[in-house]
Nanobody, 122 residues
């Protein structure tokens, strides 16, 4: 079982930045592909960004390309989501996800954290 704990959410004004972190409780982190998803009230959960185990491959939703950057530190068992130029429509609960075997970086993933709230005010 993989446990994932997100942090770094909060309230920010439009145009601002936040960095989310997700710490994974695994012995060896590098075999796991990692993803970030988000869910706003009364909407479906949507893919935001994904990164391969080595960090060499990444994928992004069109809505965040050029604004968000996913990265990972395998020595710290942590994946990050740097979010710049935030917009009110980015408001959602952000979840990280992990799996050793994925069809693609958009998932699906077996393991998911509890989420962290991001609120962007206009």
């Amino acid at each position: 079982q993989v446990q994932l704990v997100e942090s770094g959410g909060g309230l920010v004004q439009a145009g601002g930045s936040l960095r989310l972190s997700c710490a994974a409780s695994v012995h060896t982190f590098s075999p796991y592909a990692m993803g970030w998803f988000r869910q706003a009230p009364e909407t479906e959960r949507e893919f935001v960004a994904g990164i391969s185990g080595s960090g060499g491959n990444t994928d992004y939703a069109d809505s965040v390309k050029g604004r968000f950057t996913i990265s990972r530190d395998n020595g710290k068992n942590t994946v990050y989501l740097q979010m710049n130029s935030l917009k009110p429509e980015d408001t959602a609960v952000y979840y990280c996800a992990a799996d050793r075997l994925v069809l693609g970086l958009k998932g699906p993933y077996r393991y998911r954290g509890q989420g962290t709230q991001v609120t962007v005010s206009s």
